[in-house]
């Protein structure tokens, strides 16, 4: 990576003599910054080394079950996932995340051979080695010394700013002196945000270049980490628009409109490549849920709705006064960023009550990348002045070897190995696997976090909330928690019924379990029957008539819309009583892959619900004829049958109502992208 020194030198008009010279500083520089990358990239790995070996460790509430079981569940289902019927009663696959990290964990698991624990182990350690190598080379792009860059990513390497500016913080960590990007990464299991935030400086990287260049080529290298970003993870999109936002600002006034427009378009192309990956009905997903998971937010658009256009206003007029001043670009890039994300953060310290943006307090890991930088800065500003040159150098030194052994030494208790048959989350999925045949089960708390991560039993909830379509779903699971009364115990078991819950597993004070979420878990002795207990789970039954998902109703017993349980218009137990109706025959189901097959005896004007999500997307034919299919008032498929006596009906999913459309447009985008790669010449060049 050349300074903007050497480009200058290499620019002007020169004798042979001089350019071999310049070309040897040049080749000089780079081997420089290589080696210091490489050994940012080293440091990491000795710190994170253990990753790379373990398959399950101490953190088992950690979310990473979740990310584990997506990547197993892909590698066990190649070809037949694109329906995904082990969460929420059903979703399509491009609701349960997005699909980036997931699907590079799946084929790594299936290709090498190993487990999907494994393999996300092993991905997430070097995507945590890689960050701060990353955070140096963007460093270098925006004018940075070497030094400068140097010491910024060491100081990202190897210490964390939000333990010293959030007393919250330190003590969830336990030392001012331990890793939080670490603990982040593996107690909390955010491995996608992690990487996102690994791939943030790339694509900082890659604008300035592209504003720099102002090439078709270069727009179309900028546009792929941002699309890699769109896949990978949500909060981490949204933290790259801030961080884009800051550069833009951060940029000299001659050199702003340029950059809103290169990284406009580099946007634009990056969604179109990601289109498919993250089609808009899965966007609209995320945002139709905003509301009910973000109380705080939702809060702060009514009350305040002008506090952040107010706090980017400030932003933008910060940027300006700075580049009229003497300080360079990356570190004026690192104080609006670090300015933006602090006050984020900080004002999202009772996050249920106000915040300014959706899960503004895991932004503190932004944060520390921008806090990082101007510590990077103001240790190059230190070194320049001779008498103190060597303090500040011994100081950088004893301090990285301190930091270290503290990091090293959270490292081996957060990754410590554990073994999953100790855990009461292995046992009870296990013995739900070898027991249930395949039918849907609900738990809470961490069992229900590494339920899927060992088996495919599919669960009444599982993850993930930010893409859950029913509103039965999330309220049932408020009455199970705390519904103490008995009548509203009773009335949660009858829409466990109705979600099409077969067991229930309750966690009691013995189990493992890390949360144990269920509130007086003892108050359903004595209501359901009891399969199974061990490690302090139980595991209940709850009757069912039969075993199948699909059910004979007439059309007066569908449910009417805005089913929700709590209501005075009792739709569970009405529903409940027509599928538990012993004078009807039983419909028989059987799922394969992504389509379902059922076999009914009918009469005139029955209809066939389905205890699965209704999306658009889902197609049904009756003895080959194709009839239609909706959603009842709880969300549920309702088949329209038109068929009488013995029928034969095909449920398929043929993926969202939009995949065509944004299978279209990602086809476009990269054939563009295709286009743009080709060899640039001056007069392709835009902006100039």
């Known amino acids: 990576m050349r300074t903007d020194t050497h480009v200058k030198l290499m620019r002007m ?7 071999r010279f310049v070309a040897r500083l040049a080749a000089s520089s780079a081997g420089s910054d290589a ?31 979740f990310a584990i079981a997506i990547a197993r569940y892909i590698s066990r289902h190649w070809g037949s996932f694109s329906w995904w019927p082990i969460w929420h009663c059903g979703m399509p696959y491009q609701n349960t995340y997005v699909p980036l990290l997931h699907l590079t964990v799946a084929i790594f698991s299936t290709v090498a051979g190993i487990s999907a624990a494994r393999a996300y182990h092993i991905l997430i350690g070097l995507v945590y080695a890689l960050g701060p190598a990353t955070l140096f080379l963007m460093l270098l792009r925006l ?7 140097f010491y910024s990513a060491l100081a990202y390497s190897l210490f964390s700013p939000s333990a010293a500016l959030f007393p919250a913080i330190r003590a969830d960590l336990g030392s001012l002196f331990f890793g939080r990007r670490l603990q982040v990464l593996t107690y909390y299991g955010e491995g996608p945000h992690v990487a996102a935030l690994a791939l943030l400086p790339i694509a900082i990287l890659a604008l300035e270049h592209a504003v720099q260049k102002r090439t078709g080529r270069s727009l179309a290298v900028a546009a792929v980490p ?3 970003i769109f896949l990978t993870n949500v909060p981490g999109s949204m933290t790259l628009g801030l961080a884009v936002f800051c550069w833009i600002c951060a940029q000299p006034a001659g050199q702003r409109a340029a950059a809103w427009w290169t990284a406009g378009l580099a946007a634009i192309l990056a969604y179109g490549l990601a289109c498919f990956g993250a089609p808009l009905s899965s966007l609209k997903a995320v945002s139709g849920n905003v509301g009910m998971m973000h109380s705080g937010f939702s809060r702060s658009l009514t009350s305040t709705p002008y506090l952040l256009p107010l706090l980017l206003a400030a932003i933008a007029v910060a940027g300006y006064l700075l580049s009229r001043g003497q300080m360079p670009l990356f570190a004026r890039f690192g104080l609006l960023y670090f300015a933006l994300t602090f006050v984020l953060v900080l004002t999202a310290r009772q996050s249920d009550n106000f915040e300014l943006l959706p899960q503004a307090q895991r932004l503190h890991l932004e944060m520390e990348l921008g806090a990082c930088l101007l510590l990077g800065w103001v240790a190059s500003l230190l070194y320049r002045q001779r008498p ?12 990285s070897l301190f930091q270290m052994q503290h990091y090293r030494k959270f490292a081996r208790m957060d990754l410590a190995p554990a073994n999953p048959m100790t855990r009461s989350e292995y046992t009870s999925a296990e013995w739900l696997d070898a027991h249930m045949d395949g039918q849907r089960v609900f738990a809470l708390g961490s069992t229900a976090f590494w339920l899927n991560a060992f088996t495919d039993t599919p669960q009444v909830v599982g993850c993930c909330d930010q893409n859950q379509a029913m509103l039965a779903v999330p309220v049932t699971v408020y009455w199970i928690r705390y519904g103490l009364k008995p009548d509203l115990t009773a009335q949660s078991i009858i829409w466990l019924k109705a979600l099409g819950a077969h067991a229930f597993v309750v966690n009691g004070p013995n189990s493992t379990d890390v949360y144990k ?28 008539r039969g075993r199948s998902l699909a059910h004979i109703i007439r059309p007066e017993e569908v449910t009417p819309p805005g089913a929700i349980p709590g209501r005075a218009d009792d739709a569970a137990a009405r529903y409940v009583a027509a599928i538990e109706d012993p004078a009807r025959p039983l419909a028989q189901s059987d799922w394969s892959g992504s389509s379902m097959h059922i076999r009914a005896h009918l009469g005139p004007g029955d209809l066939v619900s389905v205890q699965a999500a209704y999306f658009d997307g889902w197609k049904a034919l009756v003895q080959g004829r194709p009839t239609s299919v909706s959603a009842d008032g709880m969300g549920f498929i309702l088949v329209h049958p038109e068929c009488a006596g013995d029928c034969e009906i095909d449920l398929r999913w043929t993926g969202p109502g939009d995949l065509w459309l944004s299978a279209l447009v990602s086809l476009a985008a990269l054939c563009l992208w295709v286009w743009l790669m080709r060899p640039a010449t001056p007069s392709k060049s835009y902006g100039r």
Do not use: K
Not at 143 to 149: E, K, M, S, T, V
Not at 521 to 542: A, K, M, S
């Open 226 to 228: 941002i699309a890699a």
């Open 13 to 19: 008009n020169r004798s042979p003599a001089q350019s």
């Open 517 to 544: 979420d269920l509130v007086q878990p003892e108050r359903f002795d004595g209501l359901l029957p009891v399969l199974h207990r061990e490690r302090g789970d139980t595991i209940y039954e709850i009757p069912q």
């Open 388 to 399: 103190i040159r060597y303090a500040v150098v011994g100081f950088i030194v004893a301090a």
């Open 35 to 65: 080696f210091a990358a490489i050994a940012l990239v080293a440091l990491n790995l000795w710190i994170c080394w253990r990753l790379f070996w373990v398959e399950y460790t101490v953190n088992w509430g950690s979310g990473e079950g």
């Open 143 to 149: 004018g940075a010394i070497r030094a400068a860059a």
